[in-house]
Every structure is written in C-alpha cells, then in structure tokens.
C-alpha cells in the first residue's frame, strides 16, 4: 500500500455546463490510497490518515493537484513531424503534409524511433490512455504498440486502411488490409493493458469493399474498437456525398458497412444533423471532440451541447498532427474557445470531465480507468499549479479551485505537470 498526500479532483459524472456539484469530488487536503496499482480510496487526508496503518509510506505532494490521467481519445503518432504545417484545409492538407510524412514510415526503424518519443510526449503531457492511428504499415502498429507496452500504458491503436484515393505507396487493398488488421488483433489486442482499433482513415480512402471487409471484422471481433473520422470538413463532405450517393449522409455510409456500433469512435462530426447523432447514440459510436485540429485547419465548431443532449459519448482529441498541441490541458482550453463561439458553457469541471472519465465512457473504458473509484487502474497526473511563473502568480489569485483549475487549464503546458503515474508508479 502506498499514499500520495495533495489536493484531488476527479469525476463522478457528466458536470454540465452548468457545473453540477455532485457530479465531481475535490478534496483540498486529501489522500489517495494505492495497491498493486489500483485505487483503494481517494478522500479527505485527516480522514483517511486516521484508518491507515502507522507505517504506510505517503509521497507528500501537498499544493499540487492530482487529477485522473488524461485519455487522447484521437491522435496520430506518425504526425508527430509535421505539427504547425502552414496554410492548407483538410485534403490539401494530408497530400502536402500527412502523406508525405506517413509515407516515411515504410521504415520500420524510423517506425519505432517516432512512437518512443511520441509516448513520451504523451506521458509528458500528463497523458496515460490514447487512442492512436498508425500508417498503412502493419509495423507502425507493432511500434506503437511495443513503445506503450514498455512503459505499461493503457493504449488502443490500429494500422490504417487505405486504398483509394492515396499516394500509390500508401495504398493496401480489400484482403491484405483485412488480414494484416486480423494478424495485429491476434498479436495485440488484450495484451497486457493494449487495444487493437480497426482503423480506415475515412470513408473518402476506402473503396466499399474495404470498408465492408473492415465492417466484416468488426463483427466477428466486437470487443477491438473502431476509428476513423467523420464529417469533419465541407468539401471532404461534397466528395463523400458523390462517392456515395446510396447513403444518406456521412456517417450512414459507416453505418451500412457495419462500423457504427459500440467501441466505435468518430473524429470530428462537425457537421452532422439531428438523425445522425440520434443513430450514433443509438448504436453506442462516441465523437471525439478536437479544437485545435478543427481551428488549425478551420474545419468548424463541434456542437459539443448538441452532443450530449443527443445522448452521445464524448471525449477530448488532440488529433495532433492537424492538432497543434499533445497537451490536453491546451486542448479543453481551445474548446473552451469553440464553445463560447457558440456561446456554450465549458468549466473546468466539465473540461476535467471530457479529459478523463467521459473520455473513458467514450472507449468503453470506464469500469477501469477515468475516475479513482475503488479497484480503477491507477493512472493520474500529479499538475503543479507553480511549473511556470505566470500560472503561479495567476492560480495563487484565485478564490476557487474550479476558478483555480480555469486558469490552469488557460494558461498551462508541460511545465505544469510534475508527475505523471501509470499502474501506481511514477514513469514521469
Ligand atoms: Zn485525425
């Protein structure tokens, strides 16, 4: 048994925009109990102190706070390079940009130099579950993989499937695409704390009969997740439209290839209507909610209230690299930003919420991780409101840790975070 003695915060629900109280926990002097890395209690420090044996050691990091580890619930490690590429929209943007770089990982070497430095990037961050694309090679998936194993993380990735509409070099069709996803779920997927995602990159790059084999192995492994993206930008939208005009919109040309169901996780779904996200809900499909991503290449606002009143689960997304931060901290800022646009609340609170346990919700990952409920895994991020001179000046001026917690999550970077722990232990 061990203690760590500091502030604690986490979540017990949806806060809303309005905050709701009983929706999380904030212990000011508080104590948070692990075993064999698993939460056995999180509470008030006086309280908990008092029932604990006399020798227990406690890792006093009094004045810092201790939140839950934040979960990306979308992100691309090979983008890694390319963050802050100028001045082009979606598809321009992947031919200029992404392509190019993912093309570069046809070496497996290069492969596995990108994905250690990217977990690391990750776990800097305060970032301990992600949900992560690979390239079109089966092995960036084995890089990815074996750098979150070595450190223990809990992380789901996928090869992506893609074969049309890409660079040549890109490209892997129908049956090599389904057997090479089919060979990764055998070696991945439940090894150790590791999830295996089939991945088509979007509905434009998949011909129908890849989709129908990538919907073909989502039915018979309905317990590996399913990602891609959705409705993010207008013109990606017109192609869609064209391509595939026996659907109704967007998301139902996921639906009719049996994608659109429980562990499955859209990026984006900015532009969506009312039928759409009743069906996603319906059918248990989360969106991963990415700011940055969606200001840097203006692809649009998400509808974040529209969301949740539809019944929809959802999470933050760094979608770095059209994404411009791995921080999930910077990212609830800039949603702070796209929500107000919209003239739409996010406190902290609700910010700490879609960070963590609504972000578990997403992944159908919250019975393990996302709060510090008794038995949760104990992954969580030590923050230090003093890691820089102006959050320390500002924080100290507040009156209230959600006020407090605001300005943090305003002005803060990786200075901020002063530990970050996966199964109990500190690896950062
Ligand atoms: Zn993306």
């Not at 900015?270 to 290449?297: I, Q, V, Y």
Request: proline share 3%; charged share 25%; with cysteine.
């Amino acid at each position: 048994m061990q203690a760590l003695r500091a502030s604690i915060m986490h979540c017990l629900a949806d806060p809303g925009e309005a905050s709701r109280q009983s929706a999380y926990e904030y212990f000011e002097d508080g104590l948070l109990l692990i075993d064999a890395g698993h939460v056995v209690a999180a509470g008030d420090a006086t309280q908990l102190m008092s029932e604990l044996p006399a020798d227990t050691p406690v890792l006093d990091y009094s004045g810092k706070l201790v939140v839950p580890g934040f979960i990306d619930c979308h992100v691309h490690f090979p983008q890694l390079d390319i963050i802050g590429s100028y001045g082009a929209q979606l598809l321009d943007w992947l031919n200029q940009y992404a392509f190019p770089a993912e093309a570069k990982f046809r070496d497996p070497d290069h492969a596995r130099e990108v994905a250690t430095v990217f977990v690391d990037e990750l776990l800097a961050n305060g970032t301990t579950t992600a949900l992560v694309f690979g390239t079109v090679h089966a092995h960036s998936a084995d890089a990815i993989f074996e750098a979150a194993d070595a450190r223990g993380m809990r992380l789901i990735a996928g090869k992506v499937l893609m074969d049309s509409n890409c660079p040549e070099e890109l490209r892997d069709d129908a049956e090599t695409g389904y057997s090479q996803s089919k060979a990764l779920i055998e070696r991945w997927h439940g090894k150790g704390r590791l999830g295996y995602a089939i991945t088509p990159r979007f509905a434009l790059t998949s011909s129908r009969e890849q989709l129908a084999a990538a919907g073909r192995l989502a039915t018979e492994y309905p317990d590996v997740w399913v990602h891609t993206h959705l409705a993010e930008n207008i013109e990606e939208i017109e192609e869609i439209a064209r391509l595939f005009p026996e659907s109704r919109s967007y998301l139902d040309v996921y639906e009719q290839h049996n994608l659109l169901r429980e562990r499955s996780v859209f990026a984006h779904c900015l532009h969506m209507d009312e039928r759409d996200r009743g069906s996603m809900a319906s059918k248990g499909g989360a969106a991963a909610f990415c700011p940055t991503s969606n200001l840097f290449l203006g692809s649009g606002l998400f509808d974040l209230r529209a969301i949740r009143e539809a019944g929809v689960r959802c999470g933050l997304g760094t979608d770095v690299g059209g994404g411009t931060s791995l921080s999930l901290l910077k990212t609830a800022s800039e949603a702070y930003k796209v929500l107000h646009l919209q003239e739409q609340a996010l406190p902290a609170t609700r910010a700490l919420y879609l960070a963590t346990l609504g972000a578990a919700e997403a992944l159908y990952l919250d019975d393990k991780i996302g709060n510090f409920e008794k038995g949760k895994e104990a992954d969580f991020v030590v923050l230090d409101f003093e890691g820089s001179n102006l959050t320390a000046r500002r924080t100290a001026a507040a009156t209230t840790i959600e006020e407090k917690l605001f300005a943090l999550i305003t002005l803060a970077d990786d200075r901020n975070v002063a530990a970050t722990y996966v199964n109990g232990e500190a690896i950062r």
